[in-house]
């Protein structure tokens, strides 16, 4: 997981966190541009790798807005991108169609992945944001037999 | 300044007219206005059509006019039209009537004092004959030049040729027929 | 490439005609557009031009005149010399987007052949979509017939699209008494108009792949005011462009344009403020009553309504002594428009004329030169015993009992 998401510099743009310039310096047209440079393989690389600005919320976290917040297994999880799918924020981490993790500084908790989840038992699953990942997955629960 | 007012149904190419004289006035280097009258206007209503001549640029934009010369293409609209409205005491008025013109002044009380002024042509007659259709605003402005004088016939015939340059051949040659015919028929 | 046409050295266009002919040689890349009485014919043309093989460029048949501006904005902000046309019902469609526009800063020109606003439907001309677009942040330019049309489609383009500017710009034209009366037209050869406008040049257009940009971002009250008052700032400063553009285009065809109109005025006791074709009618009436009866009778015509030419408003009228605002639309529950504007700059000038406000000619009532002298000499009526005497808003042309609002206070 380390790398893969751009934490160190998460944050920047949060209300308050940065310094507010006046009328004379904010981007015409608020046209905010996405990257650091000029780049001409955006769709080519993999996000860990653009050069993103402080200007795209990929650098930007809206973690604070979650209370619960679903837990990877990887044990149980069949890779066959469901949640990946579904996710309405982007924040299902799958390189080469295999899951990796959760992007925890855009997943805002709405459970959608655990939904759609097909494994038994399911492969993700919400708890509650003060729980630890280990305490979590220590409470898997077992592979539910079908009732006759 | 020579204003003029067409009478005319939606659809009988008054505007056209209006615009395909103005074409030709402004080659001879006059200024031009061409403007039309209608409301949300359905094919066969009547409307008006208006030109304003002139040396210098045309910069008076008023509807209200005190025409010249009255043009009516349409043949009923000399009887159900106000065709007098706002005339001077030399307004000319050329009328489309199969009718002859002591016969047509007759049956238009506010004709009766203004024989003088009169001009009648079957401009109708003239385009279903030539055009083959009832289009009678280019023999109107055949008429036109033979009572107004504004320009010789072949040099508007000419004129006309080139406004009308994006039509078929024999289109522009039934046109040129018709204007020619209404030149030497209006009386 | 592109065919070329040969114009001749005077066209006989309507107004509509000139300004799709100005849209051919600018070369629009992308109208998008929902056609509308009276300003049809200008998408129409274009639409034919394209069909013909005399524009390199996409007509976008839309289904609304919202989906209209919105497709222009994409189009403008992909990277496209973009223009459209509307008029009234379709206009106040457009709106929102309209604000969406130049908020982005996109160059887009918008021909607004003005027409009155339902209810009652009325297709005919009056400045009820020129006034509901007067806060929308474009620059608005107003022609007073179809030369002009032409004329200010060209700088048009040219102004919008200045790296300095980067705002839509609207040109205005009075719906069928311009957009619909034929007049001579002088125009440019295609090579001169082109030539003359320039290519386009984008800025963070969203076609460039190797710069990514995000267009029509969301601002809370930590940045929104920031960026409106850049805004603000932008249209207030345009004006130095548009300067330059119309001395650019003076030494190119010899035809004068500047941002606040005035026609003898330099000797004017009495002054009408006018938009639109009425501001020839108004000058004809001046030129016959100065020859007629001696009245020292001037025009004034703002070419730019945004930027509003504040300070030559003060400069033009500080020694006339009375002067009538005409508005070619009522504003509702208030003074005209011209009116308001022109008493706000007048108020901080040394010396004020005695200002009143005719409404007039709305839904396309004639507006005939015999009125205009009326109202010039009911001015200098007011001129010379020093007050108004009249009530302060007045309307021409209006059947039924006198109408009329407010009179001066007198100690």
């Known amino acids: ?148 | 300044m020579i204003e003029i007012r067409w009478h005319s149904r939606a659809g009988q190419g008054a505007v056209t007219g209006a615009k395909g004289l103005g074409n030709v006035v402004a080659r001879t280097g006059k200024e031009v206005q061409a403007f039309a009258l209608y409301g949300s206007a359905k094919r066969g209503a009547a409307m008006r059509a208006y030109n304003r001549i002139d040396d210098d640029p045309i910069i008076n934009h008023e509807k209200y006019m005190n025409p010249d010369y009255v043009l009516v293409i349409d043949p009923a609209l000399a009887f159900t039209d106000n065709i007098t409205e706002h005339e001077k005491d030399s307004t000319k008025y050329i009328i489309t009537s199969h009718m002859d013109k002591s016969e047509l002044i007759a049956q238009i009380p506010a004709l009766q004092d203004k024989k003088d002024r009169v001009f009648v042509v079957d401009c109708i007659g003239i385009s279903m004959d030539t055009i083959g259709r009832a289009i009678p605003n280019t023999p109107m402005l055949g008429a036109l030049m033979k009572i107004s004088g504004m320009f010789e016939l072949d040099f508007f015939l000419d004129s006309m040729k080139r406004v009308l340059a994006k039509f078929p051949q024999k289109i522009i040659d039934a046109n040129m027929e018709a204007i020619t015919r209404a030149y030497n028929e209006v009386k | 490439m592109a065919e070329k046409m040969e114009l001749n050295e005077i066209e006989v266009w309507d107004g509509n005609q000139a300004a799709a002919q100005a849209l051919r040689q600018a070369q629009v890349d992308v109208v998008a557009a929902y056609p509308i009485t009276p300003s049809t014919p200008i998408v129409e043309g274009y639409g034919a031009f394209v069909a013909n093989g005399y524009i390199d460029g996409e007509f976008v048949m839309v289904e609304s005149e919202h989906a209209a501006m919105s497709g222009c904005v994409g189009a403008a902000a992909a990277g496209g010399r973009v223009a459209t046309a509307t008029s009234s019902q379709g206009f106040m469609l457009m709106i929102e987007v309209l604000y969406q526009a130049s908020g982005m800063r996109l160059p887009i020109v918008l021909n607004v052949v003005n027409r009155a606003i339902a209810s009652p439907l009325n297709v005919r001309g009056d400045h009820g979509d020129m006034y509901a677009g007067r806060d929308s942040g474009w620059i608005q330019l107003d022609a007073f017939n179809a030369q002009e049309a032409y004329d200010m489609n060209l700088c048009a383009f040219k102004i919008s699209e200045d790296i300095n500017v980067r705002l839509p710009v609207m040109v205005h034209q009075d719906g069928f008494t311009t957009s619909h009366t034929a007049q001579n037209v002088r125009p440019l050869s295609d090579d001169e108009a082109y030539a003359f406008i320039g290519d386009y040049k984008p800025v963070d257009e969203m076609l460039d792949f190797s710069k990514a940009v995000t267009y029509g971002a969301q601002t809370e009250e930590d940045w929104h005011f920031e960026h409106k008052a850049k805004q603000h700032r932008a249209l207030m400063d345009s004006y130095v462009v548009i300067d330059r553009v119309f001395e650019e285009f003076e030494k190119k065809t010899g035809r004068k344009y500047r941002r606040l109109e005035s026609y003898m005025m330099d000797d004017a006791e009495v002054a009408i403020v006018a938009l639109g074709a009425t501001v020839e009618t108004c000058i004809l009436a001046a030129k016959e009553l100065r020859e007629q009866e001696g009245l020292k009778a001037g025009v004034v015509a703002p070419r730019s309504i945004r930027p509003f030419p504040f300070n030559e408003i003060r400069e033009v009228l500080a020694n006339v002594k009375a002067v009538a605002a005409l508005d070619h639309s009522v504003s509702m529950g208030a003074m005209g428009m011209l009116y308001n504007e022109i008493a706000g700059a007048m108020l901080s000038a040394q010396e004020r004329p005695l200002l009143t406000n005719f409404i007039y000619g709305l839904g396309g009532r004639d507006f005939a030169v015999d009125e205009a002298k009326r109202i010039f000499r009911e001015q200098k009526g007011h001129a010379d015993v020093g007050y108004i005497t009249t009530e302060i808003q007045q309307f021409s042309g209006l059947r039924g009992p006198k109408l009329g609002f407010y009179e001066m206070k007198r100690s």
């Open chain 1, 1 to 148: 997981m380390k790398g893969v998401l751009a934490t160190d510099r998460r944050g920047m743009r949060e209300l308050g966190a940065e310094e507010m310039v006046g009328w004379d310096e904010v981007t015409q047209g608020v046209v905010l541009p996405s990257f650091d440079q000029a780049i001409g393989n955006a769709a080519f690389l993999k996000p860990e790798e653009r050069p993103y600005s402080d200007f795209s919320s990929y650098t930007a976290t809206v973690a604070s807005w979650r209370v619960i917040r679903p837990v990877y297994n990887r044990d149980i999880c069949i890779d066959c991108q469901n949640c990946w799918v579904w996710c309405p924020d982007a924040s299902i981490i799958s390189r080469d169609k295999q899951m990796l993790g959760i992007d925890y500084d855009h997943c805002k908790g709405c459970g959608v992945c655990v939904e759609v989840c097909p494994t038994n038992p399911k492969s993700l699953l919400m708890f509650a944001e003060t729980e630890t990942i280990e305490e979590a997955l220590a409470k898997w629960p077992e592979k539910k037999k079908k009732e006759k």
